[in-house]
């Protein structure tokens, strides 16, 4: 099977000059898998880690504590008013400089947090802020005559929070949640700048090696449409099987 | 996780003897506006209590003071002994002995209706899911929901959406249940069954507070009316007296405009 297609895309060069080598030279397609890996960690991490920080950060930010209120809205206004490479490089070549240095196994000086650590917090803080403000909208949705019923139960503030707040907020704030997500996937393309290996950075390594541009280009492109399309139809999955029956009708 | 279930919090120096809720000279403003303008009385355990008025006289927001969701401005409320108006007031100690039901039902719309009436003595009480359920669906049957656990609020009608709410206020095992205009928002076919399951509870010696405009339901079961106006209680009255013969100016006009 695999030598078939491995045949038929060395017949497609030989004839048309159409070159996807990572279809048949497994040392290519080696290395793109390993991108498409890196691409998926530092996906589902920062989308994890982005959706934990929009949750606490917008439950701050309608908190009694007009400290932390100042602190959460600072941190939204510096993290979606600035660029996103420039976050990246700021954390990697700006931050990452001023940490202290530790020793590996092997005796070497290595840096506390490597390139991908620091593509992972950057890239979530950066999707964080912007789900705080997407968190937030579907907070003030929620009837606050529902909070007070939750108060009236005995629920504390935060335990209003988890159980009915943040399920309500939820669901009201998802097609918002879907698209910062989706924008997030494709924003891990910016960590080739911190040399991490993610997909683009392995195309890209493979096109200067092959001279297929064009080819690995289209190749690119079909895996991200692919992963975001993916991810859309996890997160519709999602929303279906929150939707509540006789809910807003 | 488990947790233990909570003891329940003693109230030493309070005795079943003495009124469950004392309200004292209790005033309330928000900004400059004053609602509530010194208003007292006394409810003894087992005991209905009703208060009736125009809009905007101060009753929801007196009934909203007595479990602290609005803080007062000035006097004080106790409910057994647990004084209200304390800044360092304990509320969850508070909010298991009075419970509250809404004039929107308020349920919990992403919970069916048994898990509405689940999830606080869960959540709150860190009781056991077996035995809360078994309770909760025997709630349920009592406000004669039964077949309807799996609901969700959206599927169900007003009326039934109040009673899911009374069950849940129950379920947490209240002393005092506060009623704000419970039946107001409810189309007149389904306020009887709401009316008929309040009735119930106060027949079974539920000491009940309730703000409501169903006079005939006051006349039938309150053992004591208060009709307030522009923040004061203008007259009040055990039901035979108060609506045969009320004494004031404004406690006739109004009765007069809704009887």
Redesign the interface.
Known sequence: MIATIQAWFQQLYETTGFNFTIFYDPYDWDRYVAGLRMTLILGISTILASLVIGAVGALLQSGPSRVLRALVNGFVVVFRNTPPLVQIFFFYFGLGTLLPDIRSADGLRAPILNNVQWAIISLSLFAGAFNVEIFRSGIEAVPRTTVEAAEALGYTRFKAYRYVVLPLALRVCLPALNNNLINLLKTTTLAYAIAVPETLYAVKQIWSESQNVLEMMLVLLATYAVLVGVLVWIMHRWERALRIPGYGR | MTRAPLAETPSPNWTPDQPIVRIADVHKSFGTFEVLKGISFDVRKGEVVCIIGPSGSGKSTLIRCI?A?VPVTAGSIEVEGIDVTDPRLD??AL??K???V?Q?Y?????KTALQNVM??PI???GQEKREVEARARALLAKVRLAGKEN??????SGGQQQRV?IA??LA?RPDVMLFDEVTAALDPETVKEVLVTIRELAEEGMTCMLVTHEMNFARDVADHIYFTDRGVIVEHGPPATFFASAQDERTRRFLSQVL
């Open positions: 479990n969701l509320k969850l909010r298991r009075v419970g509250m809404f929107q308020n349920l919990f719309p992403h999830m606080a959540h709150v009480l609901a969700y609020p959206g599927e169900l709410a849940r206020s947490m």
